[in-house]
Structures are given as structure tokens and as C-alpha cells.
């Protein structure tokens, strides 16, 4: 048979998207598939880690027996060896017969651990012998069993952290990042939107028969501005509910607004993020604009302060920004080239945004989150047209 290419592979089991960053993720799992190799996959929670882990399954020569999914931050410390490794009777109180782990119950195909990083210490070294040789002993039994198993293993958490923390060992962590596949989350492959969007309403039209008219330009790039620190299934779930409330309404860009926590999404919550990366122009953009929301809280305080001592000079526009001592607009990232003034990024963010939507004053007025008529006041300040 002819393997797939990378559409038809991501058609056949499930996998939207185009972005790069989803392009270079299916490669690996495409390359993966087909071997025994263990394989880690890393992410933020809802970035869609689990539906990678069954297509790698799928996809490979195991898939003939389901994949055995155990959730390690989900079981008590206290049974977790006797419910990976199994047990022998009496082992201890209640274990009042023998019984298989799941790891043999995967014997002879996949098994997927979700959360991996809260495996307690005791139990990593274990699962570190079952990587190396497939042996394990039951809990209670001093006779070494042999399995073959596939693992794949997920976690939200920063592993390298945890281990600096000492709560992983180094030796699992080793083994384990030799297959790291990184699923970005949704907000650095925002183009995915769309094609993850229409995904989602045929999927709930079809399941509920509720009718689906449509959806404005400007809704679409609202969608695609937001944070989604939830990801896909975010994304997943706001989806279900516009269309089960707006039932057959064809969807405005306010209808969007009333499902999306804007109010969480602006400058405080936006910058820590976006300060780990300095590349690309969505990500300047955002900085920009959370720099000049802050502007404007700032101007606000300092002009109540100088009207209530009385100083009474209202501060112009045009002041450089120090957001704390020693810290100016230069220091954050190297996306942000030189200091600059407030005015000089506000035209320059303007600027950007025009261009990006080719002059249509609409989308850009959308995208900045000012009204269309600030858009044309600001155009003619600084001279843009
Ligand atoms: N690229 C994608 N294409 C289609 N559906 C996706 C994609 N990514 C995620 N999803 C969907 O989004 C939801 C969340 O994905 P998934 O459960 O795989 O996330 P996760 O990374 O395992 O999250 P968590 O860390 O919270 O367990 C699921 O309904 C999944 O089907
Ligand atoms: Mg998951």
C-alpha cells in the first residue's frame, strides 16, 4: 500500500490544521508511527496531545488492540504501582486476588500515560526498568515479568523544571525527550482556527441537526485574536455553545464577544506569555497593544495625581514608556527593536495592521480593538493615508 501523504494521513485520523507548526508535528508522528520507539509528547492543556498519542497509535503496527490509556495524576499514590504493575494475592490488605497492571494488559500493543509528571519518585524508577528491558515485577512478587509495550507519554508540565525541582529523575527524563514531539499551543497557530472551527460546527450541526448560517469575517478574526489559554478544546467548547444559543443566527463578530472571556485576555494576562518568545509580528502586535492599554491606565493615574496636588500639567501622548525603574520598552524582548514613544508605536501598530488587512480600515479597526472612527482620527494624526 502507498503511505499517505501528510493531508491524507491528517484526514484519516483527525488531525486539522495547516500551520507549520501542525505540518512538522504530523511529519514526526508520521515517522514515529511505524516503530516501537517511546515517545513523549509535550504541550499546554487542550492542545490536542492525546489525539496525537491515538494517531501515532493508529497509524502503527499495534493497532490492532486498543491503546490502554491510564491518567497517572488520576490514580491515589498509594495503589498506583498495583494498578501500572498488577499484584499478587495477598500482597497487601485487599488485594484479596491476583491481578493484571496495565501495563500487561497492554501486552502486545500501546500504552498511553497521560500526566506522566506526577509519577511518584518509587514508581519513575520502575517505570524506567520496564524502558529499558520491558521487566517489571508485580506488586508483591519478587518473580521479574517480561511485557511488550509501546508507551507513549504525555504532560502539561515543564519536565526539565521538575526536574531541577527534583520531582522527576533525570534518567526518565533523559529517556524519555529522545522522541519530544512539542504541540504549540493554539495561540502561536492561530491560521488553524478556521479550518479547527468549521471542523467543529459540521461536527455539532450534524450530532444535534442545528443549523449553521455562517460566520462574519470580522467574527473569524476576532476568534483568531483571542488567547485560548484552554487551546482547542476551548475552542471546542465555545464553538458548541454559540451554535446551540445562536441556533441558524449567521455569527457577528458580538455574538463571538459574548463568548470569549475578553476580560481576562488583556494586557496582564497577555504579557508574561508573550515575553518567553520574541518573533513574530502577531506576537509584536500584542505586545504593542497591551503596552498601550497600559499607556492608558498609566497617563490616567498620573493625571488624577497631578490634578489632585494640584500641579494640574495633563500628560501628553507622546511620552516614552518605563513600565518600572530600569525596565524600558527596549528590555522586553528583541522584537522591540529600540526604545520608543507611546505615539511611535501606536503608528507604527496602525501601521502594521493596515497593511496586514491591505487598508481595509474595518478589519484592522477590528483587529486593534478601537472603534472604526479613533481608527480614521488616529490615521490622519499621524499621517497614514
Ligand atoms: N489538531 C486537532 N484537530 C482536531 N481536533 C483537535 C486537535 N487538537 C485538539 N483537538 C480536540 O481538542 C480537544 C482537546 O484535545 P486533547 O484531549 O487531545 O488535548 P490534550 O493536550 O490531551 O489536553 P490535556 O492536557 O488537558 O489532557 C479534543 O476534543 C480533541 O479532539
Ligand atoms: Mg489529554
Known amino acids: 500500500m502507498e503511505p499517505l501523504d501528510r493531508k491524507q494521513f491528517q484526514k484519516k485520523y483527525g488531525i486539522i490544521g495547516s500551520s507549520l507548526e501542525i505540518q512538522e508535528v504530523v511529519q514526526i508522528v508520521q515517522h514515529v508511527a511505524p516503530t516501537d520507539i517511546t515517545v513523549l509528547i509535550t504541550g499546554e492543556s487542550g492542545v490536542g496531545k492525546e489525539i496525537v498519542a491515538q494517531a501515532i497509535h493508529n497509524a502503527g503496527n499495534r493497532s490492532k488492540k486498543e491503546m490502554v490509556t491510564v491518567n497517572c495524576g488520576a490514580i491515589p499514590e498509594g495503589i498506583i504501582e498495583s494498578e501500572l504493575f498488577g ?3 495477598g500482597s497487601f490488605t485487599g488485594a484479596v486476588g491476583e491481578r493484571k497492571g496495565y501495563f500487561e494488559l ?8 497521560d500526566e506522566i509528571g506526577e509519577l511518584p519518585p518509587a514508581t519513575q524508577v520502575k517505570f ?10 508485580r506488586v508483591g512478587s519478587s518473580v521479574a515479568r517480561k511485557v511488550d509495550v509501546r508507551v507513549i507519554a504525555a504532560t502539561n508540565k515543564d519536565l526539565e523544571q521538575e526536574v531541577r525541582n527534583g520531582n522527576f529523575r533525570q534518567d526518565l527524563y533523559y529517556r524519555l525527550r529522545s522522541v519530544n514531539i512539542r504541540i504549540p499551543p ?11 472551527f468549521e471542523k467543529f460546527v459540521a461536527e455539532f450541526s450534524e450530532r444535534n441537526n442545528i443549523p449553521f448560517n455562517g460566520i462574519t469575517p470580522e467574527a473569524m478574526t476576532e476568534l483568531q485574536n483571542y488567547y485560548w489559554q484552554g487551546n482547542v478544546r476551548e475552542l471546542r467548547n465555545v464553538v458548541e455553545s454559540m451554535l446551540v444559543i445562536e441556533r441558524g443566527k449567521k455569527i457577528e463578530v458580538d455574538d463571538v464577544r459574548r463568548y470569549l472571556h475578553t476580560e481576562h485576555s488583556g494586557a496582564q494576562r497577555m504579557l508574561p506569555a508573550l515575553l518567553q518568545k520574541h518573533n513574530d509580528f502577531d506576537e509584536r502586535q500584542l505586545i504593542l497593544r497591551a503596552l498601550i492599554d497600559m499607556k492608558a491606565d498609566i497617563l490616567e493615574l498620573k493625571n488624577m495625581i497631578a490634578s489632585i496636588s494640584g500641579e494640574g500639567h495633563p500628560l501628553s501622548d507622546h511620552q516614552p514608556v518605563m513600565l518600572q525603574p530600569g525596565v524600558s520598552v527596549k528590555n522586553i ?8 514613544s507611546i505615539g511611535e508605536m501606536e503608528r507604527r501598530m496602525i501601521e502594521n495592521s493596515l497593511k496586514k488587512y491591505h487598508g481595509n480600515r474595518r478589519l484592522a479597526a477590528n483587529e486593534l480593538k478601537i472603534s472604526e472612527r479613533t481608527l480614521y482620527r488616529k490615521i490622519k494624526e499621524y499621517n497614514l493615508s
Open 333 to 340: 524582548g528583541s522584537s522591540v527593536p529600540e526604545t520608543l
Open 186 to 196: 493554539l495561540r502561536d497557530r492561530r491560521e488553524d482556527i478556521p479550518e479547527l
Open 106 to 113: 497492554a501486552d502486545g500493543g500501546t500504552i498511553f500515560l
Open 87 to 89: 499484584h499478587e494475592k
Open 128 to 137: 524506567l526498568r520496564i524502558l529499558e528491558n520491558g521487566e517489571f515485577l
